[in-house]
């Protein structure tokens, strides 16, 4: 089974940028999609980006394209995640997760253990 540790959250206030990292125990980017997902305080967790072990094709939720970036290092086994211009919206507990779709147009079935997730705060 794939072990996923999220790191790089922090608080920073609106319109600044945070890189999130994801370090995989094997070399799961080279056989699995992985996205990252959050969860808002009181709200159900979200698909927010994913790639593709194919063909690299990424997914964006509409919330945060543009704004953010998400990339992957095989020879590390780490994804990240450059998010600019943030909002008080990006604001919640951000994890990394395999998954089952992964495509330009969606991103679903999330699957394996979930982390602990890193902390992301944008408040003034």
């Known amino acids: 089974q794939v072990q996923l540790v999220e790191s790089g959250g922090g608080s920073v206030q609106p319109g600044g940028s945070l890189r999130l990292s994801c370090a995989a125990s094997i070399s799961a980017l080279d056989y699995y999609s992985i996205g990252w997902f959050r969860q808002a305080p009181g709200k159900e967790r979200e698909g927010v980006s994913c790639?593709?072990?194919?063909?690299?094709?990424?997914y964006y939720a509409d919330s945060v394209k543009g704004r953010f970036t998400i990339s992957k290092d095989n020879a590390r086994n780490t994804l990240s995640l450059q998010m600019n211009s943030l909002k008080p919206e990006d604001t919640g507990v951000y994890y990394c997760?395999?998954?089952?779709?992964?495509?330009?147009?969606?991103?679903?079935?999330?699957?394996?253990?979930w982390g602990q997730g890193t902390q992301v705060t944008v408040s003034s």
């Open positions: 997760a395999t998954v089952l779709i992964c495509h330009v147009g969606s991103m679903a079935g999330a699957f394996g253990s």
């Open positions: 790639i593709s072990p194919s063909d690299g094709s990424k």
